[in-house]
Structures are given as structure tokens and as C-alpha cells.
């Protein structure tokens, strides 16, 4: 019986998640093809000077999505890593010098926040109800089964209940207001949408589910850093005899009868496909690798753009801000502005809300001691837009985000700056080939896509499927996990009955 040959492209989370889960299947032949030396795609790291940075994502959630990858080889996921819970999962600080601890569930947020009345902490318990029902909803159509589309949700739940329990006919920021009054808890909840680069003003209601997920599953770091997660499934990849192919990309394609029958490397090599999957996102992979004619892509362009990009600035400091938790958000005066310049206007946001990491909270290991890494993350345009950012803009950019830290507490903080990494959305597109330097994959948005992301199964050719933040069930890292092992539920049911 002839072994099917597998190709995956690209060694991000979903396409290490897929090889993985795909090796579970009898009688095939599994090659995972990696344009970096590193496996874990954004997940990433360097070293400079006694700091180990993590580029990559920061936030571990929802472990359970993670076990199966390892329990359907009978293996245990804590021997791979180690995970150790975030307290508290961030701490706010607001322009007018207040600070608001999120904490791992509301009773806490009620003893460590003594600006919060009775009012609020009901309000958010109701809050709380609200996002569990939209977390409900989603379970059972998103991950527990595999909706593509509006219409797929009809099958697996009750019709007449689809609009009240994803609150359909709202955004996220008006699902927020209609339980919250106070500014701060609106504010704070809102930039939730931070995990998958989207706005609160455009998102569907629904993406307030990202809320109670953290509350309900916790929020983690990787013991070693996060790139240690990444070290992990790479482990699981070579006990299961997946071979991996590094510094390698993929350039063209052939095709037979709409199946892709044959991939060129960029050395000049051809691999044969049985079946395609790519961790590359739709959108370049079409372009780059298939050559599609942008006439048959801008209908797709159109319902599925890609998500923010950002403005990553990772500093080595020789000196500790013990005011810092391990996440932090440093508010804007004005919400709907700063998201308006983002995704409305294009520009950099001149007063941005700044997610700022300091790891050495929970892992001092990763620094000299009394020093502190810092990551400052503001969410910035994507590429997407009529002119590149010039390095002067960037320059700028800088400049005001050192600034408002200063300003809003992290006093002198350039004169400890011992050594930095910058990466701007050019960076981010040339490392991953992601969509206009995209870090979350496709847009969540109420109007154009209701929040679903492209379908795992190509609609240009028949054994192609995508993993990874731009198909469903969304972007983040659990999602992108279960992508890939959803993937596998699709591909079984074609090749495999």
C-alpha cells in the first residue's frame, strides 16, 4: 500500500501542532519544512548580553488544548515543560496614576483593588456570565466542532438560541458596556482583544469570550521561558520520526487536477504531496507559492484582512521597577482613539495603550540579577497602507512610547538601558511571511467576517489545508493548537474511511 507522503509547511505552533497530531495516522510519511533554524515560528528567541528575550508570543492559556498532543502518543506533557501559573495575570496603570490589578478570579480582584465598589464587582460577576455563555457558544461550534462559517453554526446549535448566546448584532466593546459602568473595568476588559490584534469598536461581541477563557483556565508562564514550549514539541516531533527540514523554503508548486502533486524548494529540490498542509498563511501562500492571480484573491483580501502588526521594543535594563507585574497594560487618555489610529487612520497612535512584559517577575533567570527585561508590545498598523513607515517614524514612535513609561512611572528609564531588540512589522513580515507583517493572522471583525478566519480546506486545491492564527478556529496560541489538531478530524474523514 502506498505511503502518503505529507508535506507541511512551515514549523509555527499549527504546523508543529499538525505533524504531531498527524502521526497518528497509519501508513504515512511526514516532512515538516521550516524557512528559519527554529521550530515554533513566532514563538522565538534571543540572547544578548545575559538577557534571553522571548520574541514571540507571552501568554500561555488553556493547557488542556495542549495535553492531547502529547497524550494521543501516551506521553506526558510535563516532562516536555513546565508551566507556572501568572499572579496577577496583569496590572493596569491608567493615566490618571490609578492601578487595577487583574487577578486570577473576581473575589480576588475585590481584596487587591479598593477602589472597586460593590457596584463594579456585580457588575462583573454578571459580566462573567455573559462571557460564559459567548465561551458556550463557541465550544460547541468552534472547538469541539468545526464551524467554517456563519451557516455551520446551524449544525451544532440550537438555531433559535445562536443569536442571544453569541450576542450576534453587537461588537465587543458594546457587549462590554451593556454589563460594565466603570471606565476602568470597560477599558481593561476591552484590550482583551490585544490576543488576537483586532479592535474592540469592530470585533464581534463574541470575542469577549477571550475574558472568561482566562479567568476559567488561568493564565501561564513556560518555566525557562516561553520559547521552552517551542523546545518541547520539537522534542515530541523527533520521538515520532516526523522529518523536519530547516533553512528550507518553499517556492512554487505543481498541480494535477487541482491537487498539488509536487513543491519546489528554493535549492532546487522537489518534494511529492499527497497532502498539503500550510502553517504559511493563506493569503502569501497563495501569492508567493501558487502565483493565484490577484483577481481570483481579492474577494478572500477583502472578507479576511489581516490583523495589526506591532512595534515590539525588547530592553535589557540594569536596574528592577518593582511596581511592574510579570503583564502589564499602560493605558491611553482615550481608548477609541488609539484604536481608531491603528485600524481606521493607518497611523501610529500617538497616545498608545503599551502591553509591556517583565518576565523576571516570575523567572529571574532570565537576566542578571537586580536587572529586568522588559518587552514593550503597542499595537501598531499593518503593511497594509499607502506608504511603508519611514525609520524616522519609527524613530519617533520610540521616542513617544519611552516617554509615556516615564511619564507614567518607570522613571530614567533610558538611562538603564543596557541592551535592545527592536522588531517593526517589516521585520515581522520578512521572518514569517506573514500577511503585511500580520502578528495574529486574519482580522476579527463584526462586519466582514463575524470573527471566522479562512477555512482549513483550500478553495483552490483539493488536498491543500491551512493551520495556524488566519483559519479557524482563530489566532492566539491555543487556537492555533487546535488547529492543527482539527486539521487532522478533517483529514481523516477524506483520506482515511
Given at each position: 500500500?502506498?505511503?502518503?507522503?505529507?508535506?507541511i509547511?512551515?514549523?509555527?505552533?499549527?504546523?508543529?501542532?499538525?505533524?504531531?497530531?498527524?502521526?497518528?495516522?497509519?501508513?504515512?510519511?511526514?516532512?515538516?519544512?521550516?524557512?528559519?533554524n527554529?521550530?515554533?515560528?513566532?514563538?522565538n528567541?534571543?540572547?544578548?548580553?545575559?538577557?534571553?528575550?522571548?520574541?514571540?508570543?507571552?501568554?500561555?492559556?488553556?493547557?488542556?488544548?495542549?495535553?492531547?498532543?502529547?497524550?494521543?502518543?501516551?506521553?506526558?506533557?510535563?516532562?516536555?515543560?513546565?508551566?507556572?501559573?501568572?499572579?496577577?495575570?496583569?496590572?493596569?496603570?491608567?493615566?490618571?496614576?490609578?492601578?487595577?490589578?487583574?487577578?486570577?478570579?473576581?473575589?480576588?480582584?475585590?481584596?487587591?483593588?479598593?477602589f472597586?465598589?460593590?457596584?463594579?464587582i456585580?457588575?462583573?460577576k454578571?459580566?462573567?456570565?455573559?462571557?460564559?455563555?459567548?465561551y458556550?457558544?463557541?465550544?460547541?461550534?468552534?472547538?469541539e466542532?468545526?464551524?467554517?462559517?456563519?451557516?455551520?453554526?446551524?449544525?451544532?446549535?440550537?438555531?433559535?438560541?445562536i443569536?442571544?448566546?453569541?450576542?450576534?448584532?453587537?461588537?465587543?466593546?458594546q457587549?462590554?458596556?451593556?454589563?460594565?459602568?466603570?471606565?476602568?473595568?470597560?477599558?481593561?476588559?476591552?484590550?482583551?482583544?490585544?490576543?488576537?490584534?483586532?479592535?474592540p469598536?469592530?470585533?464581534?461581541?463574541?470575542?469577549?469570550?477571550?475574558?472568561?477563557?482566562?479567568?476559567?483556565?488561568?493564565?501561564?508562564?513556560?518555566?525557562?521561558?516561553?520559547?521552552?514550549?517551542?523546545?518541547?514539541?520539537?522534542?515530541?516531533?523527533?520521538?515520532?520520526?516526523?522529518?523536519?527540514?530547516?533553512?528550507?523554503?518553499?517556492?512554487?508548486?505543481?498541480?494535477?487536477?487541482?491537487?498539488?502533486?509536487?513543491?519546489r524548494?528554493?535549492?532546487?529540490?522537489?518534494?511529492?504531496?499527497?497532502?498539503?498542509?500550510?502553517?504559511?498563511?493563506?493569503?502569501?501562500?497563495?501569492?508567493?507559492?501558487a502565483?493565484?492571480?490577484?483577481?481570483?484573491?481579492?474577494?478572500l483580501?477583502?472578507?479576511?484582512?489581516?490583523?495589526?502588526?506591532?512595534?515590539?521594543l525588547?530592553?535589557?535594563?540594569?536596574?528592577?521597577y518593582?511596581?511592574?507585574?510579570?503583564?502589564?497594560?499602560?493605558?491611553?487618555e482615550?481608548?477609541?482613539?488609539?484604536?481608531?489610529?491603528?485600524?481606521?487612520?493607518?497611523e501610529?497612535?500617538?497616545?498608545?495603550?503599551?502591553?509591556?512584559?517583565?518576565?523576571m517577575?516570575?523567572?529571574?533567570?532570565?537576566?542578571?540579577?537586580?536587572?529586568?527585561?522588559i518587552?514593550?508590545?503597542?499595537?501598531?498598523?499593518?503593511?497594509?497602507?499607502?506608504?511603508?513607515?519611514?525609520?524616522?517614524?519609527?524613530?519617533?514612535?520610540?521616542?513617544?512610547?519611552?516617554d509615556?513609561?516615564?511619564?507614567?512611572g518607570?522613571?530614567?528609564?533610558?538611562?538603564h538601558?543596557?541592551?535592545?531588540?527592536?522588531w517593526?512589522?517589516?521585520?515581522i513580515?520578512?521572518?514569517?511571511?506573514?500577511?503585511?507583517?500580520?502578528?495574529?493572522?486574519?482580522?476579527?471583525?463584526?462586519?466582514?467576517?463575524?470573527?471566522?478566519k479562512?477555512?482549513?480546506?483550500?478553495?483552490?486545491?483539493?488536498?491543500?489545508?491551512?493551520?495556524?492564527?488566519?483559519?479557524?478556529?482563530?489566532?492566539?496560541?491555543p487556537?492555533?493548537v487546535?488547529?492543527?489538531?482539527?486539521?487532522?478530524?478533517?483529514?481523516?474523514?477524506?483520506?482515511?474511511?
Amino acid at each position: 500500500m502506498h505511503k502518503k507522503n505529507i508535506i507541511i509547511i512551515g514549523g509555527g505552533l499549527g504546523g508543529m501542532s499538525a505533524a504531531i497530531s498527524l502521526a497518528t495516522l497509519p501508513n504515512v510519511s511526514i516532512t515538516l519544512i521550516e524557512k528559519n533554524n527554529h521550530l515554533g515560528g513566532k514563538l522565538n528567541q534571543t540572547k544578548k548580553q545575559g538577557f534571553t528575550f522571548d520574541l514571540g508570543p507571552s501568554i500561555f492559556t488553556m493547557p488542556h488544548l495542549f495535553e492531547p498532543l502529547f497524550k494521543m502518543h501516551n506521553k506526558n506533557m510535563e516532562d516536555y515543560f513546565k508551566l507556572v501559573p501568572v499572579r496577577p495575570h496583569w496590572r493596569n496603570f491608567f493615566p490618571d496614576g490609578k492601578v487595577l490589578n487583574l487577578e486570577a478570579s473576581i473575589d480576588l480582584m475585590q481584596e487587591t483593588n479598593d477602589f472597586l465598589n460593590e457596584t463594579d464587582i456585580k457588575e462583573l460577576k454578571s459580566f462573567y456570565d455573559y462571557t460564559e455563555t459567548l465561551y458556550n457558544f463557541s465550544k460547541a461550534t468552534l472547538f469541539e466542532h468545526q464551524s467554517e462559517k456563519k451557516l455551520d453554526t446551524l449544525k451544532y446549535y440550537k438555531p433559535w438560541k445562536i443569536i442571544k448566546d453569541s450576542d450576534m448584532f453587537k461588537t465587543m466593546d458594546q457587549g462590554t458596556r451593556k454589563h460594565l459602568s466603570n471606565p476602568y473595568l470597560i477599558d481593561t476588559m476591552n484590550f482583551f482583544i490585544k490576543y488576537v490584534g483586532a479592535s474592540p469598536f469592530e470585533a464581534p461581541a463574541v470575542m469577549n469570550l477571550l475574558s472568561y477563557i482566562q479567568w476559567k483556565f488561568d493564565l501561564w508562564y513556560v518555566e525557562g521561558g516561553m520559547f521552552q514550549l517551542s523546545k518541547g514539541l520539537e522534542k515530541l516531533i523527533k520521538e515520532l520520526d516526523i522529518t523536519v527540514i530547516k533553512n528550507a523554503e518553499v517556492k512554487s508548486l505543481s498541480t494535477t487536477h487541482n491537487a498539488i502533486h509536487t513543491l519546489r524548494l528554493k535549492n532546487g529540490k522537489t518534494l511529492h504531496s499527497d497532502i498539503v498542509i500550510s502553517n504559511m498563511e493563506a493569503i502569501p501562500f497563495y501569492e508567493k507559492i501558487a502565483h493565484i492571480p490577484e483577481t481570483q484573491l481579492k474577494s478572500l483580501k477583502d472578507k479576511y484582512p489581516a490583523s495589526c502588526s506591532g512595534f515590539a521594543l525588547h530592553l535589557g535594563l540594569n536596574k528592577s521597577y518593582p511596581q511592574l507585574a510579570h503583564h502589564n497594560i499602560f493605558h491611553g487618555e482615550n481608548q477609541a482613539e488609539h484604536f481608531n489610529a491603528i485600524f481606521n487612520d493607518k497611523e501610529l497612535p500617538s497616545d498608545p495603550t503599551i502591553y509591556l512584559v517583565a518576565p523576571m517577575k516570575t523567572d529571574p533567570s532570565q537576566g542578571p540579577k537586580d536587572h529586568e527585561i522588559i518587552k514593550i508590545l503597542p499595537h501598531i498598523p499593518n503593511l497594509d497602507r499607502d506608504k511603508p513607515f519611514t525609520q524616522n517614524e519609527y524613530h519617533s514612535f520610540k521616542k513617544i512610547l519611552l516617554d509615556k513609561l516615564e511619564r507614567m512611572g518607570l522613571k530614567d528609564i533610558r538611562k538603564h538601558i543596557v541592551t535592545e531588540e527592536i522588531w517593526t512589522p517589516e521585520t515581522i513580515m520578512n521572518t514569517y511571511s506573514s500577511t503585511h507583517g500580520s502578528i495574529y493572522g486574519t482580522l476579527a471583525h463584526k462586519e466582514k467576517n463575524m470573527g471566522f478566519k479562512f477555512p482549513k480546506r483550500s478553495t483552490f486545491f483539493n488536498n491543500l489545508y491551512f493551520v495556524g492564527g488566519s483559519t479557524n478556529p482563530g489566532g492566539g496560541m491555543p487556537m492555533v493548537v487546535l488547529s492543527g489538531q482539527q486539521a487532522l478530524a478533517q483529514i481523516k474523514r477524506k483520506y482515511f474511511n
